[in-house]
Nanobody
């Protein structure tokens, strides 16, 4: 069974930065084969896909809402992925989720029924 755990959330002022981490584990688990995505869900809103990184060539995707401010990365040996979030905005307040999958949506973002999700980490942007 694969487990995914996010960490690094917290309270930050507008314009501030946070670095989220995603740790994956499992029996005979190798993160190398998995596509990784970060999603967020704000209160009363649908879940939004914000950034992904592919398993093969580390191709990245960013939504327009975070492009230029967020950076996704992965460290396969440490079975971890990260989301560096800079210039955070008030609308960035949400629960942030990490998801991984052997399958992908158009080659980059995790997709399919066998997608593993973490429990989420709260990010609150407030002055």
């Amino acid at each position: 069974q694969v487990q995914v755990v996010e960490s690094g959330g917290g309270l930050v002022q507008p314009g501030g930065s946070l670095r989220l981490a995603c740790a994956a584990s499992g029996d005979r688990f190798a993160l190398d084969n998995f596509n990784i995505g970060w999603f967020r869900q704000a209160p009363g809103k649908e879940r939004e896909r914000i950034s992904c990184i592919s398993s093969t060539d580390e191709r990245t995707y960013y939504s327009d809402s975070v492009k230029g401010r967020f950076t996704i990365s992965r460290a396969n040996a440490q079975k971890s992925a990260y989301l560096q979030m800079n210039s955070l905005k008030l609308e960035g307040t949400a629960v942030y989720y990490c998801a991984i999958s052997l399958y992908s949506d158009q080659g980059t973002c995790p997709a399919g029924r066998s997608t593993y999700w973490g429990q989420g980490t709260q990010v609150t942007v407030s002055s």
